[in-house]
């Protein structure tokens, strides 16, 4: 499957509506209301093998198998065949997410806690194994558009999961705690050098409990 869609926009225009959930938590902190959690199922542990026993939920289409639906994709970013080795979705996937340089992808919103949301993927470098992908969240805070690098990560030719990130966005905990938000993921290759995939992006939205 290929569902390459070019974009001009610099601002994520999907986290457009999320300025009025962001105002909505401002009044409800103003109210001193509890806000309602993330609405995820089915949480599970698929990075236990490398020692992370948190509990995660596939992004959506996380895995791309649905052909990086909702997924902005620019520069020639593409679905690929050919799953991450690990198969942490199901063993019948078959697809991944090719990032050539000058290219770049941005999540579907996803709904996280704003304060200490963690997420992981894997990812491959078949290219210069000096290149780095970078990582950064957007996020619709107050009406203002906020986007923060989260990481930059480096990788080698076989499929490996990345460190978790966090987005830790500079909010107390307070706020995070009332305010419900989302967040659109993105990864941008840094330079010409790499060949970079990325497979099964899995969100631990409960991570501060």
Known sequence: MKST???TRRTPTRLVALTAIALLGTAVFAGGAQAASCPYAGAEKVFAPWGDYRNYVLAPDGGFEAGAKGWDLDGGAKVVAGNESFYLNDAADDTSLALPAGSSAGSPSVCMSIDTPVFRMVARNTGDPSSRLRVTASYWLLGLLRTQTIDTVTAGSAWKPTDPHSTVLTLS?????????????????????????????????????
Do not use: C, H, M, N
Request: no cysteine.
């Open 173 to 209: 905990t307070l706020i995070g705690t009332l305010i419900p938000s989302a967040i659109e993921i993105r990864v941008t290759p840094l330079d010409s050098k790499g060949r970079w995939q990325v497979d099964d992006l899995y969100i631990d939205p409960f991570s501060r409990r």
């Open 5 to 7: 869609r070019r974009s």
